[in-house]
Each structure stands twice: as structure tokens, then as C-alpha cells.
């Protein structure tokens, strides 16, 4: 079992540019968490996909959009870049139902330059 | 919604001390309590969690304890070592309702195990 994997480890863009990054949840999960961790922060909830649809969002603007795809993994895009979107984007996976520990990805670092 | 409240942000102890993490959080409807071990540039590991009909949960040197009335809850360590090192999350969720599996965090502890 590989656990969460997420994809790319770094990433540095512009201001201005579109980022996508992507999880692949951990065997036998269905649903996917995406965080952001500003550095010395505890992460903040973004969104969660279960069954392919956004079953909650956070305080975070139309900018970051999310899909899950049929085999539950996931992608996170950020349009319009902004300095304050570096970060660390944590992608967790759980499942639904009555138990809902959360496995984390290692994440990706996002610079904004 | 929940918030979630941590401390302290740093805490240095001496290797085979205890050391004492607590939090608060705001929403009676969490029922839910993971507390995550984050070392510096890797993912945040479960280390162990609490749900709301148990009052506390011991895992050979960790045990968190729980205070529903007081909505309050506490990560113990002991018999510290330096790879305790690292930043500790406590976070609260739900496992009903709207807001069904989403870890609202604390801020962190920096834990450093001094030799």
C-alpha cells in the first residue's frame, strides 16, 4: 500500500499563473481533503471531494477549484496566482462513514515568485 | 464554526521528562480528536486520536485525555526522547453532519527533547 501520494514535490510559478497539483488517495479510500500550510500554521481546509462532487469548501476564494476523478484521486487548481498562495497543499484521504481518520500526503511545496 | 485553540507553541523538555499538550475547541458537535506528529518537511502522521464516548486513550508512552464538558483535550508524553522532536497538531471534526470529516487544527507545538 503506497498510502497518499501527491504530485509534483515543488513547484515554483509566477504570480499570475495556474497551478495544478494531484493525489492519489490511499487504498480502499474515497474521499480527498485538500489543506494549505502556511509555514509555521496548522493546515487549513480547503475543500473535500467524495463521489466526484465538492461536499465542502472552506474559506478560501473561487480561484482554488477541485475535481476527483472515478478512481477517487483528485486535483487541485489555483488560478491567478498570488505571493500569499506559497505554501505547502496537504492532500488527505479518508473514508466515508462512521471512521474518519485522515491520512496525509507529503505534499507539495508551491513558491510563488 | 469550530476553533480550535493550542498550547504552547514551544516546549522544551529534558530526554525522560514528560511533556503536555493541550487544546480547546469551540463546537459541541466535535466528536472526533486526532492529534498529528509533523517533523520538519514531511507529512503530518497520526499518532493517536480520541472520539467523544472515550475519556482517554493511552499508546505505550502517548495518551490523550479528554474533558467533553470543558471541551478541552490533552496530548501526554512521556519518558521523552529526541526523536519526539517535531511539531505536534491537535485538530477537532465531526463525524455527522455538514461538516463531516473536516480537521479543523490547532496551531502547532514545537516539542524539542533535549539530550
Known amino acids: 500500500d503506497a498510502g497518499v501520494t501527491q504530485s509534483p514535490t515543488h513547484l515554483i510559478k509566477t504570480r499570475g499563473q495556474q497551478v495544478t497539483l494531484r493525489c492519489s488517495p490511499k487504498s480502499g479510500h474515497d474521499t480527498v481533503s485538500w489543506y494549505q500550510q502556511a509555514l509555521g500554521q496548522g493546515p487549513q481546509f480547503i475543500f473535500q471531494y467524495y463521489e466526484e462532487e465538492e461536499r465542502q469548501r472552506g474559506n478560501f476564494p473561487d480561484r482554488f477549484s477541485g475535481h476527483q476523478f472515478p478512481n477517487y484521486s483528485s486535483e487541485l487548481n489555483v488560478n491567478a496566482l498570488l505571493l500569499g498562495d506559497s505554501a505547502l497543499y496537504l492532500c488527505?484521504?479518508?473514508?466515508?462513514?462512521?471512521?474518519?481518520?485522515?491520512?496525509f500526503g507529503q505534499g507539495t511545496r508551491l513558491t510563488v515568485v | 464554526g469550530e476553533n480550535v485553540e493550542q498550547h504552547p507553541s514551544t516546549l522544551s523538555v529534558q530526554e525522560g521528562d514528560s511533556a503536555v499538550i493541550k487544546c480547546t475547541y469551540s463546537?459541541?458537535?466535535?466528536?472526533?480528536f486526532p492529534w498529528y506528529k509533523q517533523e520538519l518537511g514531511k507529512r503530518p502522521q497520526l499518532i493517536i486520536d480520541i472520539r467523544s464516548n472515550v475519556g482517554e486513550k493511552k499508546d505505550q508512552r502517548i495518551a490523550v485525555t479528554l474533558n467533553k464538558t470543558a471541551k478541552h483535550f490533552s496530548l501526554h508524553i512521556t519518558e521523552t526522547q529526541p526523536e519526539d522532536s517535531a511539531v505536534y497538531f491537535c485538530a477537532a471534526s465531526s463525524t455527522r453532519g455538514s461538516t463531516l470529516g473536516r480537521l479543523y487544527f490547532g496551531r502547532g507545538t514545537q516539542l524539542t527533547v533535549w539530550p
Open positions: 463546537d459541541s458537535a466535535s466528536n472526533y
Open positions: 488527505a484521504s479518508s473514508r466515508q462513514g462512521a471512521r474518519t481518520e485522515a491520512f
